[in-house]
């Protein structure tokens, strides 16, 4: 069976927060601040363990508008419970990218941000 989009994004954030991939490898995934987003995250690597590696326990979407998916996954860690939240937005050429992701705590201001 085919791995549905949600699924697969959940992997790659995972591993890129996790420090198992570089967040370059995350660049045709993602549009917008998106990227920039990702980057600030992984940076100070939220989901590095030193025991159990981190685990995508449970997903959950909503679909605002047909090619549009608001996604929430339950990541585990050992005891350790994180939720990670991601838009996925499907293009013309029918590929879904990352518009967005968030990892529980407070967002990161952005300029453009009153």
């Known amino acids: 069976p085919q791995v549905r989009p949600t699924d697969r994004f959940a992997e790659l954030l995972l591993h890129v927060l996790s420090g ?3 967040v ?3 660049l045709r995934h993602t549009v917008g601040r998106a990227y920039d987003d990702l980057a ?3 940076e100070r690597g939220p989901l590095r363990t030193r025991g159990a590696l981190p685990v995508v326990r449970d997903i959950g979407y909503f679909e605002p508008r047909p090619g549009a ?3 929430f996954a339950r990541i585990g860690a050992g005891d350790q419970l994180r939720a990670m939240a991601f ?3 499907r293009g013309q050429d029918l590929r879904w990218r990352c518009t967005a992701v968030e990892l529980g705590g407070p967002r990161r201001p952005h ?3 009153d």
Do not use: F, G, T
């Open 87 to 89: 838009r996925l937005e």
């Open 40 to 42: 600030h995250l992984a």
């Open 20 to 22: 198992r991939r570089p």
């Open 111 to 113: 300029a453009d941000d």
């Open 24 to 26: 370059h490898s995350m």
């Open 69 to 71: 998916l608001e996604v």
